[in-house]
């Protein structure tokens, strides 16, 4: 006897291990990672976030430096040799490579400092237009002595040089200054800055409005049809009753993906492809067999006497379902909202085919959008952030009514 209770609770440890490695570890690290920069996450992705914190006050002096060099350039373009060169110069001295080694730890050890551009790179490696200003100095300086060289030789090709790099110039002393209040910003940001990179520069904000606004509309709207329905196939038996049932019942076994093409053409030619409105349309009739097959199943436990005494006491049909069903069935009700939104916060595949303008794109959608493009640009702390964003309000909604979903399973496993 010990030995099967022992050989019971050792089944039950082994699989709550699995549970934990497969679903919540994976989970943790997420969340974890969401609070690291790309390197981070790559050089030692199972330490805890600690180079947010630890690039502050690098990142902060780097954006000041920045600020304070150009503010330093001259405002008109130079029209003479050395002050071509000087200002040549001062470009390279703002795009020079810093010199560091990594600790044994993984943190970055700052040995030379090298241009305020360049730590700005270095400790904000997640602001992916870094690079490109980089870039954009150095060969602006090449340019400048050029010029300067043109300058010097009387060459006549020097005054179509001080047009062309005289804009190039003004262009980018604006657009280092932005670099400068982008790299003062993620410090005032913090370890939340993924986040904010996620919900502004990556749409996710915009996407999370979608899915809420899809989700609410389709619970409204889903909820009270598929609730009369459900009541009418579970207390009224009339002809054809059965086959109506089977029929919500066959939706729930038919694949999306055998009518993805026809529902494409068909909500095209009604003008309601990429629409948050043709969107919610869709998703309330794939969600009405589920929802009315649940619902049925706990129409049928509720007592017909209390719909009879209903109607002795002069309530009419609609009466009776509002006044009396509607609120007995709560239990069965909190049960598909949750499943539905669930499902509605979650879906991809219909949103995939009807969705083409990045407005319109609910968070899955948008999801799998920065999801490609991190590959490319080496944002993955904004990914995972956004990961949080998207499962978090499922989590919190489930931690939220856990008690209700408990009672209402106890309350459809039991009869009458």
């Not at 904010?196 to 979608?210: K, M, P, R």
């Not at 619970?219 to 579970?234: S, T």
């Amino acid at each position: 006897m010990k030995a099967v209770k022992l050989a019971k609770l050792s089944v039950k440890y082994i699989l709550l291990s699995v549970f934990i490695v497969i679903v919540i570890f994976p989970i943790a690290w997420m969340a974890l990672s969401s609070f690291k920069t790309t390197r981070e996450i790559y050089q030692s992705p199972w330490s805890m976030p600690r180079e947010f914190a630890d690039r502050k006050e690098q990142l902060s002096i780097a954006a000041t430096q920045l600020r304070e060099g150009v503010d330093a350039l001259p405002v008109e373009f130079p029209t003479t040799a050395p002050e071509a060169r000087a200002l040549s110069e001062m470009f390279i001295a703002l795009s020079t490579d810093p010199v560091v080694e990594q600790g044994e730890d993984g943190e970055t050890i700052l040995i030379e400092p090298g241009g305020a551009i360049n730590r700005i790179r270095l400790f904000a490696p997640e602001y992916r237009d870094a690079g490109k200003f980089v870039s954009r100095s150095q060969r602006l300086a090449r340019n400048l002595d050029a010029y300067a060289s043109d300058l010097d030789e009387g060459s006549p090709r020097a005054a179509s040089l001080e047009e062309r790099l005289g804009k190039d110039y003004d262009k980018i002393r604006v657009d280092l200054r932005e670099v400068a209040a982008n790299a003062e910003s993620k410090v005032r940001q913090g370890a939340f800055g993924n986040y904010v990179e996620a919900w502004t520069t990556t749409h996710i904000g915009s996407a999370f409005l979608n899915s809420l606004i899809v989700s609410a509309a389709t619970l409204v709207v889903l909820i009270p049809i598929a609730a009369m329905a459900a009541y009418v196939l579970a207390k009224y038996k009339f002809r054809g009753s059965n086959a109506l049932f089977m029929l919500f019942l066959g939706g729930m076994m038919f694949p999306q993906f055998l009518v993805i093409v026809p529902l494409f053409l068909q909500m095209t030619s009604l003008g309601l492809d990429d629409s948050l409105f043709g969107l919610t349309l869709v998703y309330i009739a794939f969600s009405l067999p589920f929802t009315v097959f649940v619902l049925t199943g706990f129409f049928h436990q509720l007592p017909n006497e209390l719909a009879e005494a209903a109607m002795i006491d002069g309530c009419g049909h609609q009466a009776t379902f509002w006044r009396i069903m509607w609120p007995l069935a709560k239990p069965g009700l909190i049960v598909v909202i949750i499943f539905d939104l669930i499902g509605l916060w979650n879906e991809y595949n219909l949103a995939l085919v009807l969705m083409r303008s990045r407005d319109g794109f609910t968070l899955p959608r948008a999801l799998d959008s920065l999801q490609m493009t991190a590959q490319y640009l080496g944002d993955t702390g904004a990914l995972m952030a956004a990961m949080v964003i998207v499962v978090l309000p499922v989590l919190i909604v489930y931690w939220l009514l856990k008690e209700k979903i408990h009672e209402a399973m106890l309350a459809g496993a039991i009869k009458g």
